[in-house]
């Protein structure tokens, strides 16, 4: 099946995945739910989810070449997600989506992906 997500990385080189991502932690920052859930330097997490939405569409591996299989429902694990949690990534990732014009093309696909892995992360009920 086609995979356009898998085509993102080709279309825009990785700069906006980092820009992207520096959207999104901002709105992490602020977030009284799920910014206890971070560690305090943000810097890791940022390198890691940006790393992992560049080979996810299709750039370097580096994300498994540094840190294996992703297997992220099971690196989740530790966090309790439930549906707010799950919400409020989205919303964030939704705002940060909006902040990258050179993303725009490829919004649906990418808000798409984000919306079922989101879901995909639920690790506890309500
Ligand atoms: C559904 C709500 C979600 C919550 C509450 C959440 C929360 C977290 C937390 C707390 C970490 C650990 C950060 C750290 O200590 O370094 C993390 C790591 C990560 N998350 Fe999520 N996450 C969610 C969904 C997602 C989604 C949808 C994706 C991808 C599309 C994603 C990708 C990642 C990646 C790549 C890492 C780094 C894993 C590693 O290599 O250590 N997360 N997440």
């Known amino acids: 099946m086609y995979d356009p997500v898998g085509a993102v ?15 999104f ?22 390198k890691h989810l940006a790393q992992f939405l560049v080979q996810r569409t299709g750039g370097p591996t580096t994300y498994s070449d540094e ?4 297997r992220m429902r099971g690196r ?4 309790k997600i ?3 949690e799950r ?3 989205m919303k964030h990732m939704t705002e940060a989506l909006d902040q990258v014009p050179e993303l725009a093309e490829n919004r649906q696909a990418l808000w ?9 992360m639920i690790n506890q009920p309500g």
């Open 87 to 89: 919400d409020a990534w």
């Open 82 to 84: 439930g549906q707010a």
């Open 112 to 120: 798409d992906f984000f919306d079922n892995f989101a879901t995909f």
């Open 9 to 23: 990385y080709k279309a825009v080189g990785e700069a906006p995945f980092y820009k992207l991502v520096d959207e």
């Open 25 to 46: 932690y901002l709105r992490v920052a602020a977030d009284p739910l799920l910014r206890p859930m971070y560690p305090e330097d943000l810097t890791l997490p940022k």
């Open 67 to 70: 840190r294996g299989h992703p």
């Open 76 to 79: 989740h694990m530790p966090f």
